[in-house]
């Protein structure tokens, strides 16, 4: 059995330790085999020679992380125990545009870092996950984003119009109305990211167009970045019609979560098949986010790991 202590400087404790040292719970649940006693910045670490050595890698992994991203959430903790610390410190911008008051939106987890690396290198990406993983918010920030620096012309913002156990019937107001609500985490993204005077000239002068994907037939997208949102609701046929209407100089993100599908039983999900059928296409890329991925509050994360027991 060894023992050693470490000194935590420069660096603040509650940002590596936790409210009420809740992460350093965590951190102690991940190390079992290895006893850690925390008094104010000293660590004192007893157990094999092994164990506290890899310890001390992980602990500068951790530190790193809250210098590089000026944040370390159990989320994260646990991806760098488990994953590869340096792929998932590879990226020294994470910045993707800076949004309403000089806000930062910028890529958070390693999921996110791949949406943002991967439609860089493909024009079509798919990105499938649970709830709260970020998959809309970071879609819509790469749009904004190529919008901002000219790299496309417009920004096309699609879903299929599924009820989730309501009717559209029964709802007041004309279409557009009646379709606001199925809009809005994408109305929520954009309002982040754009003034609101502009966000409404963007979007009567068609520079930004947010319509149900039944609005999308016929048309050739050009030289637009068109994000497909809540993919699993689209039919094996709205699908592919969606995908053909690619056009020159396009990007295309097809966002959906295969755990929350609203098609009558019947009806097979687009998104399943398209993932079946499409994945040997080199320049289509899939990444695919979990619960580790979940920014939301920490519940959020427990919940989707109790659905899946």
């Known amino acids: 059995m060894s023992e050693k202590k470490i000194t935590l ?27 850690i006693i925390s008094r104010g910045e000293n660590l004192k670490l007893i157990g094999s020679t092994a164990q506290i050595k890899y310890f001390e890698q992980k602990l500068t992994a951790f530190i790193k992380h809250i210098n590089q991203y000026n944040s370390l959430t159990i989320s994260q903790i646990e991806r760098l125990v488990e994953g590869n610390e340096s792929e998932i410190l590879e990226s020294k911008n994470d910045v993707i545009l800076h949004g309403q008051q000089g806000k930062i939106i910028k890529a958070r987890t390693v999921n996110q870092r791949k949406m943002v690396s991967e439609i860089a290198k493909n024009d079509m990406i798919f990105a499938i996950g649970p709830a709260g993983t970020g998959k809309t918010y970071t879609a819509v920030a790469l749009a904004v984003s190529s919008l901002k620096n000219r790299e496309v012309r417009r920004i096309v913002l699609t879903r299929p119009a599924v009820e989730a156990g309501e009717n559209l ?27 609101i005077d502009k966000l409404t000239d963007y979007v009567e002068n068609g520079t930004i167009q947010i319509a149900p994907l039944a609005f999308m037939r016929g048309r050739t997208l050009d030289k637009a970045f068109v994000i497909l949102d809540e993919g699993q609701n689209t039919t094996e046929q709205q699908m592919k019609m969606f995908l053909t209407r690619m056009g020159k100089s396009a990007k295309f993100i097809i966002t959906g979560d295969e755990t929350q599908i609203d098609l009558p039983k019947n009806q097979k999900s687009g998104l399943i098949h398209a993932k079946n059928t499409l994945k040997n296409i080199k320049e289509i890329s899939f990444i695919t986010l979990d619960g580790k991925d979940v920014i939301r509050h920490k519940l959020v994360k427990q919940i989707i790991n109790a659905y899946k027991k």
């Open 9 to 35: 400087s420069n660096i603040e404790l509650v940002k590596l330790f936790g409210t009420n040292n809740n992460k350093l719970d965590k951190i102690k649940r991940l190390f079992p085999q290895l006893k």
């Open 169 to 195: 019937g029964f709802l007041p107001g004309d279409l557009k109305e009646k379709l606001d609500p199925y809009m809005q985490p994408i109305y929520d993204a954009l309002f982040d990211m754009i003034p």
